[in-house]
């Protein structure tokens, strides 16, 4: 990955940064409806107390600079028979059919549903302003998810248009209540780059899932998206880059290069020790150390 990157949660009508997530529900009690749910030192008091609350949706949002094309990109998040090999915390993922083109193009509820994202993203646009394409392709999947003690799984949904857009819409189940994924694709700033727009919302059907989701959201968030992107490299055989390597390697060769030039000038100096040959000399040694 390279390039910025941005990430917001929001709770219900409240909104915070992903990566303070943790950190926020370490410092001070979360509260819902004026109830505190969460007390720094206790995370376990928190799911039992989070128990007995209904649960609130959460809608997460983040954009990353990826070093993949969209088609790539695309066609990893696409491939859901594979997650259960990379995805943390996926126990298992059983495609129930190979993806199948929809004769009458996005179903009318999916529609909706990408219009009411709050931020645009280029894949939902490119999607929307063709509905009927033959190649949205979609099928069902049931994936299976374990964290601790917790095991649960659930079916969503897939569609997909290459190369701008995967949505999951998860069925109700005993996990969620609902389920809206978004993974959008489109090109970066340079050749085989990516901005990848990521959008979920979620309703846990159990205020235990979402006590537990509040402590470690943000850590499980990140290993995830950082998953994708090592699945990426290691489909396409991308090498991993050493800036920091390359970099001391350019300077070794800058300093190589300016030390040789300081004993030429000395040579000079030392051929010809005339006032005139040192201050030429002075100004090579000088000129060759910057």
Not at 23 to 51: D, M, T, Y
Not at 264 to 276: G, L, N, Q, S
Request: hydrophobic share 50%; glycine share 4%.
């Amino acid at each position: 990955m390279f390039g910025p990157s941005a990430s917001a949660l929001r709770v219900g009508n409240s909104s915070t940064p992903a990566v303070a997530l943790r950190a926020a529900a370490l410092a001070r009690p979360l509260r819902a409806s004026g109830a505190v749910l969460a007390v720094a030192s206790r995370p376990f008091i928190a799911s039992a107390a989070a128990a007995l609350t209904k649960p609130k949706p959460v809608e997460y949002s983040e954009r990353k600079l990826l070093k993949f094309s969209p088609t790539q990109l695309c066609d990893v998040v696409a491939s859901v028979s594979e997650y259960a090999r990379f995805v943390p915390y996926c126990t298992r993922a059983t495609m129930h059919s190979p993806y199948q083109p929809l004769p009458t193009g996005l179903p009318a509820p999916l529609i909706a549903k990408l219009r009411a994202v709050p931020k645009p993203l280029p894949g939902v646009t490119a999607a929307l302003r063709t509905p009927s394409s033959s190649d949205i392709t979609a099928m069902s999947a049931t994936l299976g998810v374990g964290f601790g003690q917790l095991s649960e799984s659930y079916t969503s949904r897939v569609t997909r248009l290459t190369p701008h857009l995967v949505v999951a819409e998860a069925q109700p189940s005993a996990l969620f209540t609902d389920l809206l994924h978004v993974w959008s694709f489109a090109p970066g700033p340079v050749p085989n780059s990516t901005w990848v727009d990521i959008y979920l919302k979620f309703t846990f059907r159990s205020g235990l899932h979402a006590g537990v989701a509040a402590v470690f959201f943000d850590q499980v968030n990140r290993q995830t998206i950082q998953a994708f992107e090592e699945r990426a490299r290691i489909v396409y055989a991308v090498p991993r880059t050493k800036p920091v390597a390359a970099s001391a390697g350019v300077a070794t060769a800058a300093k190589a290069a300016a030390v040789t030039a300081a004993a030429a000038a000395k040579a000079k100096v030392t051929a010809a020790p005339t006032r005139a040959g040192v201050a030429a000399a002075a100004r090579a040694v000088t000129a060759a150390s910057k």
